[in-house]
Antibody, heavy 114, light 110 residues
Framework: QVRLQQWGAGLLKPSETLSLTCAVS????????WTWVRQSPGKGLEWIGA???????KYNPSLKSRVTLSIDTYKNQFSLKLTSVAAADTAVYYC????????WGQGTRVTVSS | QSVLTQPPSASATPGQRVTISCSGS????????VNWYQQFPGMAPKLLIH???QRPSGVPDRFSGSKSDTSASLAISGLQSEDEADYYC???????????FGGGTKLTVL
């Protein structure tokens, strides 16, 4: 069974950088897009971006200027960095497998507050 | 302001059948397949239906999906108390070049 385990800081101050990592086990890592989605009460589920195993990336245009995705195929891990966070970035962040995720990580609650 | 439109709530009694709708446009549902997810409070979404109507292994056949033009539906028959959860639809959007989601439907089993 595929398992995605994610981690990262959960409390940030405005203007800081959000950094999350997702480790994949129990399935193939190559041949898939690996995706980040966030969920907030105000905006529901929102796609952040996706990275292919070869490093090719796709970003939501609304976040593209602040988002960087990276991947480590040796460790079967992929990461998200979101710069200059603000209160509007407060959400639960999920990693997932596939362009539209079939398997999801457990979620990381990120709060941005001064 | 989700791209896909779902009713915010639905309810039914145990044993009944309930249907949840998901409305989109030609750039998303009209030209791509639809997934459905079940989410319990504090948990990650779980894939319930993929490719419009396909059930992953382990999902009971009480859950079924369908699609017509720019709308999709999730039906749950023989409703059980443990089906009380939030349900979301999702599909690829050709304009965004990314996935879009419905706003979610909170299902209450009366």
């Amino acid at each position: 069974q595929v398992r995605l385990q994610q981690w990262g800081a959960g409390l940030l101050k405005p203007s800081e950088t959000l950094s999350l990592t997702c480790a994949v086990s129990g399935g193939f890592f190559t041949g898939y897009y690996w995706t980040w989605v966030r969920q907030s009460p105000g905006k529901g589920l929102e796609w952040i971006g996706a990275i292919y195993h070869d490093g090719n990336t796709k970003y939501n245009p609304s976040l593209k200027s602040r988002v960087t995705l990276s991947i480590d195929t040796y460790k079967n891990q992929f990461s998200l960095k979101l710069t200059s966070v603000a209160a509007a970035d407060t959400a639960v962040y999920y990693c997932g497998r596939g362009r539209i995720p079939d398997w999801w990580g457990q979620g990381t609650r990120v709060t941005v507050s001064s | 302001q989700s791209v896909l439109t779902q009713p915010p709530s639905a309810s039914a009694t145990p044993g009944q059948r309930v249907t949840i709708s998901c409305s989109g446009s030609s750039s998303n549902i009209g030209s791509n397949t639809v997934n459905w997810y079940q989410q319990f409070p504090g948990m990650a979404p779980k894939l319930l239906i993929h490719t419009d109507y396909q059930r992953p292994s382990g999902v009971p056949d009480r859950f079924s999906g369908s699609k017509s033009d720019t709308s999709a539906s999730l039906a749950i028959s023989g409703l059980q108390s443990e089906d009380e959860a939030d349900y979301y639809c999702a599909t690829w959007d050709d304009t965004l070049s990314g996935p879009v989601f419905g706003g979610g439907t909170k299902l209450t089993v009366l």
